[in-house]
């Protein structure tokens, strides 16, 4: 609960001596002041929480525990901290252990990898607020999805839709080379579910979500369709032409979606110019030297 900030249910809660009593249904105020004035006619003792006993039984669990953190967030510092800290609550008198957490938790706040989750929280938020867009713009639902090019790309982006519980079709140039992607992408969900960070059951579900399909099969009916082909002009004007014939929108969507997809290949060939021109460059320079 403290190292992975995962939710604990009251019920569960109190069968692990966490909590002396759970009421239920709207009347809490009235049933916790009875709670508490029966504490005090039966005269039970102030339990503070620095003055009760602690007795590790199993040591060996705060290691083991650790282990599995380190493969399931591998690399982070505060997860595998946070259980050092539970540790010496067993291990140091209650002044000792809370002096030592307070250096532990300043030590994390100032550290790197804080402000990089700090900024990476504050990017996550500020990417979705689009110049120019107003905040009353209706929200087009995504049913079903597809994804163009089932390579590295193409299949991390099948498993984002595919995470997020969305239908997609992985179509590759032939069915074999989508149906290769699709096992890649069941291999990836495999390792996760080995860490221990996705239940076997979800790793399923997940993966019955793609569908591999080659060529334009799949493609008519998708609400939203990924374009991850290869870094060429060429093919990817032939995967913008497939998808205008296949893209069940109205006219004059379909009108703008040109307009749009003409100015982004405009755009592509802009790059690809100026980065064939700059590797020209270099080979000449490369000679001239």
Known sequence: MIAECKELRAPEALKLGLLD??????????????????????GRPLRRTSELASQLDEPQVFDEYQAL??????????????VRAVRMAYELTFAAALER???????LLHGAQSQAL??????????????GLPADTAVRDIVRAAVVGPGVMGRGIAMCLANAGIPVALSGHSLAHAENARAAVAKSYAAAVSRG????????????????????????????????VAEDLAV??????????NAPHSDAEMADGYR???????????????DQAAKSAKVLDHRTV
Do not use: N, W
């Open 21 to 42: 009593e759970v009421f239920a249904g709207a009347q809490l105020e009235t049933a916790a002041l009875e709670f508490a004035e029966r504490l005090l006619q039966e």
């Open 197 to 228: 960070s996705l239940a076997p059951d979800e790793a399923t579900h997940r993966l019955q979500q793609i569908t591999a399909v080659s060529g334009d099969e799949g493609l008519g009916d998708a609400d939203l369709v990924v374009e991850a």
């Open 101 to 107: 957490e307070h250096a532990m938790c300043v030590a």
């Open 236 to 245: 990817k004007r032939q995967v913008f032409a497939q998808l205008s014939q």
């Open 260 to 274: 749009k997809t003409g100015q982004r290949l405009v755009a592509y060939a802009r790059e690809l110019i100026r």
């Open 118 to 131: 700090r900024h990476a929280f504050a990017a996550e938020r500020e990417v979705t607020k689009i110049p």
């Open 69 to 82: 953190l380190a493969k399931k967030q591998r690399g982070a510092i505060a997860p595998l901290e946070a």
